[in-house]
């Protein structure tokens, strides 16, 4: 969740089944209902890529993502993530900052990511920036199906 402030969860990773893919759309439109109308669908290969707008309010992007948590790429049914993949998406973190993004941020609690642009030092869609992203998501802990097990 990815996960922004002006820029946004970057994560992505390919979708595994239809009901991840389903549960991303949901992450979606509920950032949507959360008054995020700019927040984007997952792409075709379930990857996710957010670029937050300048200007948006980082409490509300942060509250939308708490009420949605629950649908967020890599959470299980009651919203929360496993210290295993919550480590993975640090791996992942450290692997972008080792290709030269030195500041790019730890994600939090609940494995957000919050991408800031100024912070950061690159636009989201920099292709140096976007090949790093795409080298370390190896990285990344495999979907979470909302569905039974």
């Known amino acids: 969740m990815a996960t922004v402030n002006s820029g946004a969860p970057t994560a992505s990773a390919s979708a595994a089944a ?11 439109q509920c950032m949507r209902d959360q008054g995020l109308t700019w927040f984007p669908d997952p792409g075709p290969d379930g990857g996710m890529k957010v670029s937050v707008p ?7 992007y942060e509250k939308a993502e708490e ?11 009651n919203g929360t993530i496993s ?5 993975k998406l640090r791996q992942m973190a450290q692997c972008i900052r080792d290709h ?3 500041k790019y941020p730890d994600p939090d609690a609940n494995g957000g990511t919050h991408f800031d642009p100024k912070t950061v030092g ?8 976007e090949k790093a992203r795409q080298e ?3 990285y990344l802990p495999p ?5 039974n097990s």
């Open 18 to 28: 239809g009901s991840d893919q389903a549960s991303e759309l949901k992450f979606s």
């Open 54 to 60: 300048p200007g948006t309010d980082q409490s509300k």
């Open 67 to 77: 009420a949605c948590k629950a649908y967020a790429p890599g959470a299980n049914q």
């Open 83 to 87: 210290d295993e993949d919550l480590n």
């Open 100 to 102: 030269g993004f030195s």
């Open 122 to 129: 690159v636009e989201p869609d920099d292709p140096a920036f």
């Open 136 to 138: 370390c998501q190896k």
């Open 143 to 147: 979907r979470k199906s909302g569905g």
